[in-house]
């Protein structure tokens, strides 16, 4: 294979693998973005349980008042109901006992309401804690896994700079220019080589002239498609080469 051909390849092959190494890294944080914002939502639903289960303990302890309020003004009215001098308001007595005894029952009542949402708003938020603290190991374990495969991309993408650095100076200025134009302009993806195999580009699937297949499969210079305009280099069959080697 021409050598310049086989630079080019080489190189085609590092900003493949440094293409990728790139993207890795730019993935790496918006994977834990996302994850940190699942972990967020979760926080604030933790947070409305907490506020739900302090609601509903204020409005417990505001009809424990209430009941208490309600006993008091029972027993004053009782101490009244004795001083009564008429029957009406003996009754007047017993009928404002009677409303704030019947007060009490509905006190009672919404307390022992409260008290059955108390129970399942208290087990959910201990069951949210327990996730939340479990989902926060997780992410952290996440975040420092990333962490570390993030440096060692950076690390292998710096290793793999330098090599590619060292493959361009080899290249013949024009060679390279035209690598770096063809990548940068037409194939982002790093597609710049093609192989061309049974009289086919094998990126665009054209047929190429036979005289200029045979000069391919020559490699004495570069050449390319006359289609797709990717450098193709030719490999040939292993029995070919093992022929070759034999003969």
């Known amino acids: 294979m021409n050598k310049d051909l086989g630079s080019a390849l080489r190189l085609q092959v590092l900003d493949l693998r440094m293409s990728e190494l790139q993207r890795e890294i730019a993935t790496l944080p918006k994977q834990i973005a996302q994850i940190e914002k699942a972990l967020e939502a979760h926080n604030k639903r933790l947070e409305l349980d907490k506020a739900a289960l302090a609601a509903n303990q204020r409005d417990r302890k505001k009809l424990d008042t209430d009941i208490t309020s309600h006993q008091q003004k029972i027993s004053k009215l009782r101490d009244q109901m004795l001083g009564a001098k008429t029957n009406d308001q003996y009754r007047a007595f017993q009928n404002e006992i009677e ?46 896994k990333a962490k570390t495969r993030t440096d060692a991309d950076q690390q292998e993408l710096k290793k793999l700079g330098a090599e590619r650095a060292e493959v361009a100076k080899t290249l013949p200025a024009d060679v390279l220019t035209i690598y770096d134009r063809l990548r940068t302009r037409y194939y982002k993806n790093g597609d710049v080589i093609a192989q061309a195999k049974d009289g086919l580009c094998q990126m665009c699937m054209m047929a190429l002239r036979p005289q200029f297949y045979q000069e391919v499969k020559l490699s004495t210079t570069i050449n390319f498609c006359e289609n797709c305009r990717r450098i193709l280099y030719y490999e040939a069959p292993a029995e070919d080469v093992e022929a070759q080697m034999n003969g």
Do not use: P, T
């Open 99 to 144: 409303f704030a005894e019947a007060s009490i029952r509905k006190c009672e009542d919404q307390i022992l309401e409260l008290m059955g949402a108390s129970e399942s708003l208290d087990q959910n938020v201990k069951k949210a804690e327990a996730a939340l603290a479990q989902e926060r190991k997780v992410v952290e374990a996440q975040k420092a």
